[in-house]
Every structure is written in structure tokens, then in C-alpha cells.
């Protein structure tokens, strides 16, 4: 693995951080390589949020590449980000994020380009354009946002 590469964690509770994520990588990574995490909040179909990370390197270390080969083999790597007792189960649990490759989606954007000279032509000009230039002649519009006179 030439390049930096960077990794997804698929499901990690809200009171999680990136500031967190970025520590908890670098210890597990035995080097500071983290340059930036980003999160999102989503919700479950029950209504519960969650937040997703990506996290990104600044290179690769023999560590990282071990993690994106077992990543490879595998299908993800769990990482303990937390030791703690757990009311509910009566006992210490060990809190874990599910690491998954994370392969950016290529840009598919259609449609996109410059009109044609003859596509422009089609398009109508507003009104006020089309008027002649008078020197003097101030024309006044309404602005409806605020319902006031503007003057151009």
C-alpha cells in the first residue's frame, strides 16, 4: 500500500468524539499519522442517533497497513476505544468500533456542462433588460422580501 489511506467506522455512540477517534487511532497506530476525523450524526429506523467517522491519515506506517490488510481479509477490525461496567449486563464491558475500509464514491454528475450558443438564446430575458437605457430614467422594482421600493 503506497498512498494514505482512510478508514470508516460504521456505527459509534454519540457521546463518542472525534477528538477521541483521532487519540484512540494514533495509540492503536503507535504514531501520530491521524490528520483529521469526520463525523456524521444519523438516526436508526427506531429514531436513535448514532454517528459515523472517517478518519484520515497523513501516510502510512507498518501498523496501518497491517489494519488495511487484515481490514482486506477479514471485513473489518474491532478496536476497544473503552473498558467500562455496564449497568444493564451487571459487569465490565469492553466498548468496540467496527473499522471498515473506506473507499470514497466517484463523482457521477450528469447533465453538467455549458449551454450551447443557440440554448442560451432560448432563454428569456427578464423584462428589465429588455427596456431601453434612458439617462435619468430611474426604474423602480419591489423587493419581495422585504416589500420595499429598491431602485436600480
Known amino acids: ?8 467506522i460504521g456505527y459509534a455512540r454519540t457521546t463518542c468524539t472525534t477528538e477521541q477517534v483521532k487519540t484512540v487511532f494514533n495509540n492503536v497506530l503507535d504514531e501520530d499519522i491521524v490528520t483529521t476525523v469526520d463525523e456524521c ?9 448514532f454517528k459515523i467517522f472517517f478518519v484520515h491519515f497523513a ?12 481490514i482486506s481479509k477479514e471485513g473489518f477490525v474491532p478496536i476497544v476505544y473503552n473498558t467500562e461496567f455496564d449497568k444493564k449486563v451487571g459487569a465490565r464491558v469492553e466498548r468496540y468500533w467496527k473499522v471498515l475500509p473506506f473507499t470514497p464514491k466517484p463523482a457521477q454528475i450528469t447533465g453538467v456542462r455549458i449551454m450551447t450558443e443557440e440554448e442560451a438564446a432560448n432563454i428569456a430575458r427578464p423584462k428589465h433588460l429588455d427596456a431601453p437605457i434612458v439617462e435619468g430614467v430611474v426604474i423602480a422594482f419591489e423587493d419581495e422580501a422585504t416589500k420595499e421600493e429598491v431602485t436600480a
Open 1 to 8: 500500500m503506497n498512498s494514505a489511506s482512510s478508514l470508516f
Open 41 to 49: 450524526i444519523k438516526k436508526d429506523p427506531k429514531g436513535y442517533e
Open 59 to 70: 501516510r502510512n506506517n507498518h501498523r496501518l497497513e497491517q489494519m488495511v490488510a487484515r
